[in-house]
């Protein structure tokens, strides 16, 4: 199964960008790339998708480089409400199987 | 409409013994896959069914187990339960397999203690 790569964690400031970036290497052609986030004491929620071109939604940003291998998912003005953790992961029907790896992701620590 | 819900959300068992947990799909969805969350591990994939059947399985043991009824309720089953089983189980639910461009609905888990 392809899996991904994530940074245990990152900082921001409130209201100011944030880059999460993600490492995909092996993906496949038909996988889609999806982001999803977890507030403390919640389940994940959908934040982002997107196959090859660049995405935008109410909630953030999510721009995929040209060999698909990595991705980076944008918060355009970071709130104390976006601290949370980030998966990346891989959702595809390649071969039949859809097993979505999602790991630890990265936890977001917004400064006020 | 109404999200996933998951039953129940906190509970404590001890070591040999067995739980069921159950999840409701949002209506209308037709998959329901179960992960478990562990500090150490993230969150990993169990399984997944639907229309009754499973369809893929992660790299668990075979005391963890789950079905699904004809109403895309869920249920999953963990027999002789070990220390190492404490975690959130958490469903998803989404409105079909192979959906790759489809969202996963995620219930709020339930918070399994083993003792």
């Known amino acids: 199964d392809a899996k991904t790569t994530q940074p245990n964690s990152m900082e921001s400031n409130e209201e100011e960008p944030v880059h999460l970036p993600c490492n995909h290497s092996?993906?496949?052609?038909?996988?889609?790339i999806h982001w999803y986030r977890q507030l403390p004491s919640q389940g994940p929620e959908y934040v982002i998708h997107?196959?090859?071109s660049n995405v935008n939604n109410r909630m953030a940003s999510l721009a995929i480089a040209e060999d698909r291998k990595s991705s980076t998912l944008i918060l355009h003005r970071a709130t104390l409400r976006d601290a949370a953790v980030y998966y990346c992961i891989l959702r595809g029907a390649s071969g039949g199987s859809y097993i979505p790896t999602f790991g630890r992701g990265t936890s977001l620590i917004v400064h006020p | 409409k109404a999200g996933v819900t998951q039953t129940p959300r906190y509970l404590i068992k001890t070591r040999g013994q067995q739980v069921t947990l159950s999840c409701s799909p949002i209506s209308g969805h037709r998959s329901v896959s179960w992960y478990q969350q562990t500090p150490g591990q993230g969150l990993q994939f169990l399984f997944e069914?639907?229309?009754?059947?499973?369809?893929n399985k992660g790299n668990f043991p075979g005391r963890f187990s789950g079905r699904q009824f004809s109403n895309s309720r869920s249920e999953m089953n963990v027999s002789t339960l070990e220390l190492g089983d404490s975690a959130l189980y958490l469903c998803?639910?989404?409105?079909?397999?192979?959906?790759?461009?489809?969202?996963?609905?995620f219930g709020e888990g339930s918070r399994l203690t083993v003792l």
């Open positions: 069914y639907f229309s009754e059947t499973q369809r």
């Open positions: 998803a639910s989404s409105l079909g397999p192979g959906d790759s461009t489809g969202e996963l609905f």
């Open positions: 997107g196959l090859t």
């Open positions: 092996t993906i496949s052609g038909t996988d889609y």
